[in-house]
């Protein structure tokens, strides 16, 4: 099994932001459509898979369970070339370090990948809304299955985040994640067999959906999902007056990106870049 050491790992990743920020806006935003789809892709999967197995094997059980199929999202990002937010939040910035590109380069960047992550993100939900977690009968009429109420429940305690305290604690949980993610595409990066980027990427995923960190961009199915299967609820005991487009942003993605940004430029991009930047210059 071939892997690079640290520092070729780092300059590697800087490579990779400069070619990114070299994309042109409809790429980016096409490739962000790509991750948005795939994160979310795993997003349904985890609610799927971790229905019902708190009620029997218990909360932890069941939290490692979703960590453990939603790693799928990020696998199929890597391994195909798509665009995620979180994951350019580090990339983009060591190309800054190395390579001297501009900010406002990377700004483009995250602003076109964001945009195609929400539409890719929220397609998907409206795919497993009025697929997967809902039945219909002849006449049209929808019933919310386990997995649907799952995906609400979800959804409702994502944007249950009123308060400095729970403002803070939603910041930090942002800044977990990401730093976990971005050590995830920095092990991708380590490994040149698949094999070696499965593992490499599957294990920091796993550790942050167990660990029930925030990621932005997997919010953008989780919560919109929560919002279609909330509106087949409308009149019913189980409707989450809550729970809505206003509320996705204001009390969870907003706080959530900024605390991302920070854990994947901050906690790896910078401390890697200050840790190898004399050895990296070395290998030019």
């Known amino acids: 099994m071939t892997f690079h050491p640290p520092v070729q ?31 979310a892709m795993g997003a349904g999967l985890a609610t799927i898979c971790g229905t019902g197995v708190a009620d029997s094997l ?31 939040a580090m990339l983009a910035p060591m190309a800054a370090f190395i390579h001297k590109i501009s900010w406002m380069q990377i700004l483009n960047l995250w602003v076109w990948v964001y945009v195609g992550n929400f539409i890719g993100s929220v397609i998907y939900a409206y795919i497993m809304a009025y697929g997967p977690y809902t039945s219909w009968d002849a006449a049209g009429a929808v019933t919310v299955n386990a997995f649907g109420m799952t995906a609400l429940g979800i959804a409702k305690g994502k944007v249950s985040y009123v308060g400095g305290a729970a403002m803070w604690s939603l910041f930090l949980k942002a800044i977990g994640c990401n730093w976990l993610v971005n050590l995830a595409v920095l092990l991708g990066i380590c490994a040149d067999d698949l094999i070696g980027k499965f593992f490499g990427i599957w294990f920091p995923i796993m550790a942050f959906v167990s660990s029930g960190l925030e990621h932005s961009v997997a919010n953008m199915m989780f919560i919109p999902a929560g ?49 190898f930047r004399k050895e990296i210059a070395a290998l030019k």
Do not use: C, H
């Open 9 to 39: 790992i780092v300059a590697k990743a800087g490579d990779s932001g400069k070619y990114k920020v070299g994309l042109p806006a409809w790429n980016m935003v096409l490739r962000g459509f790509m991750a948005g789809a795939y994160i």
């Open 58 to 88: 218990g909360t932890g059980f069941a939290a490692l369970i979703r960590g453990a199929v939603f790693p799928v999202g990020l696998i199929i990002i890597v391994l195909t070339g798509a665009e995620l937010f979180t994951g350019d």
């Open 227 to 275: 919002i279609f299967i909330n509106g087949f609820l409308a009149g019913t005991p189980q409707y989450v007056a809550e729970l809505n487009w206003v509320t996705m942003w204001t009390n969870n993605v907003i706080l959530v990106t900024i605390g991302n940004i920070v854990g994947g430029l901050l906690f790896v991009g910078v401390i890697y870049w200050v840790a």
